[in-house]
């Protein structure tokens, strides 16, 4: 997806002629085959992985998954094992840390204690020899871009971690770098900050249209932010794709379970390629396992649940999420599931009452049982 | 926080006086025994400290049948021999922290950056002289710089043993000093390094393009100031009041020029110690408070800053 394509107006932010750091285009980044092991840990087993022109590419996955080492080794600040990185076909995987063409924002606030956001900001032009009038223009026009326009005179301490992290995301934009590297830039932030500044991060990516690696284990983050999000697991990719499409059609049991909520229902492989699940018989969704037991997973909002005397669930709670409520049921062979229904009709679906669940009608991911984590 | 803090005093005046002690007021009372203690010793630290002082300074301007005069710190600066060990003592002092620093500032950061799992290590080298008495030192100082047989006597090596033993400036004396001085170099800018996250701040410079040289010079020192402050000024007062290691080699900086003129001119001797002491806690007492200040600028936001660090706007 172009990031250009998607500028949502561009009366909301500076068009990217007008921004400061509009200069570079995106870059085309390619992990090829990374391996990185630290000690008898292996971080990242055979990465293969692009980032388009432009794109804001999330990269999500557990602790451990390997996805801060793939941004750090495309920053400079580890080396691979094997494999290399390229950005627009250069192989820059021995190129030193100092003279990749990468902006990066950390995790912790990593804005330099005694100088104040403006010295800050023009610390990688001051490093480039730019005169001392334009690292002081350019540092406002960061400033300003990144809603701190009054703030240059202060000193880290005296910002908030929101505030910091503005600065240090226009001190990472200020060398005008081909590529932007966001390693759980958020993450210490509280949610309604979080929520501000990951729209205000969105927007600038657009308007600037450059190529963005977001590293986040918060999949909502992901999900909200990401032209596309790739999914690792145990320093692997298992999936790279748009996130309307990592949430619907997840490639694996694992990225099934790892995006969102998913339910594990016990199941029975019949013929024709279908599944028969919670008393229907649904049609099984990519690989068939071979194995004879099978569990099915469905998320909650393919689940409906309703009243029901005779029904052979249990209501064990309900959660008020807006428009939909989420209710947890227990089944009568053991187990639980989840089901999300409308506001409107949850309040029939007290804890206690007796109710029926069934699976929709569509196609459901199989998985052989015990495998992967449960639900 | 006092204000928050549930005492007597917090109590509201017309609430009935509290048949039993309650919680509080006895937590009161408890509190105000060990204030007790801690004056008392306070005051009894005090005199231990400040009644030879004033034995000291009474010394030097009381003669007795001769009344009160302060000749002997106006004759400091004219005194024989002052200048010429102060200015010697001043110019160790320069070399050995500089020497200290160059040795210490460099290892422990590589140590932070690239090898976090030697520090225990260097840290244990760093306080072994705490424990190796300077006489062991000299010791051992003598041993090495009066070896040398005949036919090593127009090679590097001897001719810098005798370099080293320059009378006018003996390097030697710094070399000693450097080791001594360690430990405190060491904790000092342990405490300074512990204090900033090094290696996030390395990275962030890294990613702006800048070189480690640079690194080291605008991000990581300028955030090590106060430590290297602290560091200098220990040195500093230790080389200054170091008196056994000089005087064993023959040599005759300020503190053994202070001993030698002890028994022609006594009360010139008292008053250059008591004004060097005097010196040395002035110095600790700026090192102290700028400390406090840059302490509290990392932590207080200033007037009208916002007063969250936890994230919030």
């Known amino acids: ?356 669940v069934r699976p929709a009608d569509r196609p459901v991911l199989v998985v052989p049982a015990a495998a992967g984590t449960g639900a | 926080m006092a204000a928050l803090t549930p005492t007597a005093s917090a109590t509201s005046p017309a609430a009935p006086p509290p048949k039993e002690a309650t919680p509080a007021a006895s937590s009161v009372r408890r509190r105000s025994r060990p204030r007790v203690w801690r004056g008392a010793v306070l005051v009894l630290a005090g005199i231990y400290f400040v009644v030879p002082l004033l034995a000291s300074f009474v010394f030097t301007v009381h003669t007795p049948g001769q009344g009160v005069s302060f000749e002997a710190y106006t004759g400091i600066l004219s005194a024989d021999g002052f200048a010429d060990s102060l200015l010697l003592s001043l110019g160790l002092a320069a070399c050995t922290i500089a020497l200290s620093l160059l040795l210490a500032v460099p290892a422990l950061v590589a140590v932070r950056l690239g090898a976090p799992r030697l520090g225990p290590v260097v840290e244990i080298v760093c306080m072994l002289p705490l424990v190796v008495p300077p006489i062991a030192l000299v010791s051992g100082i003598t041993t090495v710089l009066g070896w040398g047989p005949e036919y090593l006597s127009t090679t590097p090596l001897y001719q810098t043993f005798i370099v080293v033993q320059n009378e006018s400036f003996p390097l030697v004396l710094v070399i000693a000093y450097t080791v001594l001085a360690l430990p405190f170099v060491y904790r000092s800018l342990d405490a300074g390094l512990r204090a900033v996250d090094i290696p996030t701040l390395v990275e962030a410079a890294r990613n702006c393009g800048a070189s480690m040289p640079y690194v080291i010079l605008r991000v990581v020192l300028p955030n090590l100031r106060s430590s290297l402050a602290g560091a200098s000024f220990l040195t500093l007062a230790l080389v200054l009041g170091e008196y056994t290691i000089a005087a064993l080699l023959g040599y005759q900086p300020f503190a053994v020029w202070i001993v030698t003129i002890s028994g022609s001119q006594a009360q010139t001797s008292v008053a250059v110690s008591l004004l060097s002491l005097l010196i040395a806690w002035a110095l600790l007492m700026v090192l102290s408070r700028a400390g406090a200040r840059a302490a509290a600028g990392a932590t207080n936001p200033a007037p009208g800053a916002p007063t969250s660090l936890s994230g919030k706007e």
């Open chain 1, 1 to 356: 997806m172009s990031a250009t394509s998607t500028l949502p107006g561009g009366a909301t932010g500076p068009g990217p002629a007008a921004a400061p750091g509009a200069a570079a285009p995106g870059a085309l980044v390619e992990f090829r085959g990374l391996r990185r092991e630290f000690g008898p840990t292996v971080a990242l087993d055979g990465l293969d992985l692009t980032a388009r022109p432009g794109e804001l590419l999330a990269l999500l996955g557990p602790s451990g998954c390997g996805k801060t080492t793939a941004l750090r080794v495309l920053a400079g600040f580890e080396h691979p094992d094997a494999g290399e990185v390229l950005v627009d076909g250069e192989d820059i995987t021995r190129v030193p840390a100092n003279r990749r063409d990468a902006g990066m924002v950390f995790q912790s606030y990593s804005l330099f204690p005694h100088l104040n956001a403006r010295d800050n900001v023009a610390f990688g032009l001051r490093v480039r020899k730019v005169s001392a009038a334009e690292r002081r223009d350019r540092a406002a026009e960061l400033l300003g871009l990144v809603g701190l326009p009054e703030h240059g005179d202060r000193f880290p301490h005296q910002m908030s971690g929101g505030q910091q992290q503005r600065v240090a995301l226009a001190r990472a934009l200020a060398l005008r770098p081909r590529v932007l590297l966001l390693d759980e830039p958020l993450s210490a932030l509280d949610a309604k900050v979080r929520l501000s500044l990951r729209e205000e991060i969105r927007r600038l990516q657009l308007s600037l249209g450059i190529t963005t690696i977001f590293v986040t284990h918060d999949q909502e983050e992901a999900l909200s932010m990401a032209d596309r999000v790739a999914v690792l697991n145990a320093g692997r990719l298992e999936q790279c794709a748009p996130p309307a499409e990592l949430y619907e059609r997840p490639a694996t049991a694992f990225v099934a379970e790892f995006v969102g909520t998913m339910n594990r229902l016990p199941g029975q492989l019949t013929d024709g390629g279908r599944v028969a699940v919670a008393g229907v018989t649904l049609p099984v969704d990519g690989e068939i396992p071979r194995s004879p037991a099978v569990e099915v997973l469905i998320r909650p909002e393919n689940m409906t649940a309703t009243a029901d005397e005779r029904g052979t669930a249990t209501v064990v709670s309900a959660s008020f999420f807006g428009s939909v409520t989420r209710v947890l049921l227990d089944l009568p062979g053991g187990g639980s599931v989840k089901a999300d229904v409308p506001s409107r009709d949850a309040g029939a679906l007290a804890p206690g009452v007796r109710a029926t």
